[in-house]
């Protein structure tokens, strides 16, 4: 089945302790879609300027997503500039220009409404409810957010929480969204404000899905030379999501598999700059590396 | 086979969000003999003083602990006194009196010196080499450490690393002892000086176990209400040299099964104080925990 996802394509300039690229292809629709398109048919929702390469345009065309709905825009792509100096799990964000995202507003063309599986990456909840207003009821719909929206638009993003399915998010956001510190509870409180299942990234430290009668959780590939984390957690989302709509199913062990699909296609993410390391990626390799991967905590 | 543990025995004053205890049994010795006593025969040696509670004594006994190794010494047990107010991962030390453990020098009963397994629980390293002097060459020894002797004693527990089996130690440790800062190099980096496993403990994102061709990660179990940490790393250990000795072999299936019974046995010692927990736990109850656990991390 096919996947929407509305969300940001950005240049980055990015620096961490393996180096700098400056104006590198970025965004978290970017790294969500090329992750999910090796698992099912994604289609993508956003805008960028008329900098936009084509070299990147082929990039995701080559990967076979669709790109009916991505808008060129008079201006610039959205930049952003981050560095991990300090510490690989956490971005310190040095600059943001929104150029081409100011006062863009999501249009889904008419033979996206019907996609039965959609993610609205993070952007302000007043855009993602924008976008849930336009897509099918029957859908699966997952959200993605930042404690940004979570301390300046809380309310809205309540909202949205009771119109998903499943929202994605990082430890902090958890805790600061449900209010409680411990992770489990914490997990266990964000399916009260809504959605049916919750999945807590939590960086090297692998992920957990909360949902009811449904507790699982994965430890991360182990990447012993983490390059550039940027991307790594929208690869995540993309590789979940792009499990799940390739599989046309959500359970219990769908759920597990994308989870484990997302963090193998995460693990290849962090491995180099931009999509330097995804962009080449076979599904060969990424199965190669789930088998790895399942040893790696295999029961005894 | 029988297991030989050589460590602290303390009285705690503990504050938690949960609450606050003073003078309530503790010590490394304590919380790993106790979580081992599950798997296998246990061994003690350690030192206490003239205050040692004679129900405290009779709860080691009643779990079936040896304690001839045990010097009971003129003065006042060992205190540790520390907080978990600001982080339940880390405990803030208020107040350390040593006490009996002062000039004590660990004398093994002669009948001990024969145990395949032995435990040298966290103790300034030049303590732990006199222990190791007194063991069989061909005993499985596992050590753990503090970040205490590797900043102020780190020759000492170098040479200890050359002579043991298995190093258990917490991210932190396991960085500052290997210089290295992703876990996963920081792990492997452990093999290069000596042992030929090395155990990560994660706190409540779980555990990793490091060997020649053996990477190992599981997820902590999910505790929803962690009243005081205090000995679940001290648990852990014994779970795992527990069941190792109660297995009386160490393959990778056998370390595996290890840590997650290490990791089960931590989940009860968490929720409460002191040994409160631990002390009327049954079998069956970690038989069942370990059930519910697998299937946390049951591959798809």
Redesign the interface.
């Known amino acids: 089945m096919s996947l929407l996802v509305v969300g940001t394509l950005a240049y980055d300039t990015i620096e961490t302790p393996a180096g700098r690229v400056e104006e590198v292809l970025g965004g978290a629709a970017t790294y969500f879609s090329v992750a999910a398109s090796f698992f099912c048919d994604v289609r993508l929702v956003g805008v960028v300027g008329e900098d936009f390469r084509t070299e990147d345009r082929s990039l995701l065309e080559g990967r076979g997503i669709d790109l009916t709905g991505l808008l060129v825009a008079p201006g610039a792509s959205f930049r952003w500039s981050g560095s991990y100096l300090e510490d690989?799990n956490v971005a310190e964000t040095r600059a943001t220009h929104l150029n081409v995202l100011e006062g863009y507003e999501p249009r889904l063309p008419e033979e996206y409404r019907d996609a039965p599986f959609v993610f609205l990456a993070n952007a302000p909840p007043a855009l993602q409810a924008l976008v849930l207003d336009q897509v099918n009821k029957g859908a699966f719909v997952a959200a993605d957010t930042m404690n940004l929206w979570i301390d300046t638009a809380r309310e809205e993003l309540l909202e949205i929480l009771r119109r998903v399915d499943l929202l994605v998010c990082n430890d902090q956001e958890a805790v600061s969204i449900s209010g409680q510190?411990?992770?489990?509870?914490a997990g266990?409180a964000l399916l009260e404000l809504g959605p049916r299942y919750a999945i807590v990234k939590?960086g090297?430290?692998?992920a957990?899905l909360f949902g009811k009668d449904l507790?699982?959780?994965?430890?991360a590939y182990?990447?012993?030379?983490?390059v550039d984390p940027t991307g790594a957690g929208d690869s995540f989302a993309g590789g979940v999501m792009g499990s799940l709509a390739g599989a046309g199913a959500v359970t219990g062990?769908?759920l597990?598999?994308a989870i484990?699909r997302g963090s193998v296609v995460a693990s290849f993410t962090v491995e180099a700059f931009s999509l330097g390391r995804l962009a080449g990626l076979t599904r060969e390799e990424i199965d190669r590396r789930i088998e790895t991967f399942?040893s790696?905590?295999?029961?005894?």
Chains 1, 2 share one sequence.
């Open positions: 690989l510190d411990n992770l489990i509870r266990r939590k090297e430290h692998g957990m507790d699982y959780a994965v430890p182990p990447v012993p030379e983490v062990n769908e597990r598999r484990i399942l790696y905590f295999a029961q005894p």
